[in-house]
């Protein structure tokens, strides 16, 4: 059993789900059982169309990510590929001041503050409880407020303040379970992909000691890392550093150990979502053969 990490090289639209998908299909159809993992998911909702429409017809909190899974792939139970859902909603403007504006931009950028929905389903029992942030209500735009508590409703959430919610995020319990759900999975596999968020290069502790290979994505390529234990080595550093900035992607990259035994790997243009990634299909198979 082999674990792929697949991670983006840019905060927003490396290609993540593209690629993770178009490779998943493409060693699918090559005769390999392959199951995909996103342990954590964060959305906007406000960009998140087909999310929202999957969120309603399921009764659980999915992303535009984990919908893609579901249409393409044929996952049938995305909140056991998909154990953390995360969902943000667009900042109230305040006003046309230059304090109102930054701080709208500031909010964006942030993330905590406009963080409304979550959903935790649980590996272990397959338990799933959906909760509300109520401290960040009166922060988001009032034109997706009505949306958010329509999902609230429906999804029958409990409410959370969100400084115990991220303290739950960030917790080893938390980690533990996402590495359980890791497990399940490859149980039935030939080969577990697992898709982390946003630029960060881990989306739960300890997960770089797991994988066997980590493919950083961004548009039009992708740069494969065979020395996980360097990769690793260096993100601990970082983090001891910098703290939770410290497991970015691109900090990790630019460190001359990690990049001196990265290969690079053109991505073809793919014209829709779940189109096969050949080229780097293709390579990941020839390290599989070698192993």
Known sequence: MVRLLVCGLLEFD??????TVGLARYLIERGYNVEVY?????????????????????????????????EVLGVSEPHKINPIDLALAIPRLRGLDSRSMSEYRLAL?????????????DPVTGNTAHYLVVDNLDRIAPAVRKLVEELAAKLKTQKIELKPLLALLSSRH???ILEFGATLLEKQADILII?????VLEPYGGLLAKVDLVIVVAPG????????????????KLS???????L?????????????????????????VGERVEKLGKYIEEILSLS
């Open 195 to 199: 898709e982390s968020f946003n630029n």
């Open 109 to 121: 950028q942030s993330q905590d503050k406009i963080l409304v929905l979550a959903r935790f389903t």
């Open 221 to 236: 390529y992708a740069i494969v890392l065979h020395d996980v234990k360097t990769v690793r080595e260096t993100a601990i």
């Open 38 to 70: 996103k342990p954590v998911a964060g959305h906007n909702l406000w960009y998140s169309s087909k999310g929202i429409r999957y969120t309603r017809k399921l009764g659980i909190l999915v992303g535009d990510d984990v919908a893609t899974y579901v």
């Open 174 to 176: 938390v980690a533990e």
């Open 240 to 246: 001891q550093l910098l703290g939770v900035e410290g």
């Open 14 to 19: 490396s290609g993540k789900t593209w690629a």
């Open 248 to 272: 970015r992607t691109n900090l990790v990259l630019e460190k001359p150990e990690v990049a001196s035994t990265a290969k690079l790997v053109e991505i073809e243009y793919l014209g829709k």
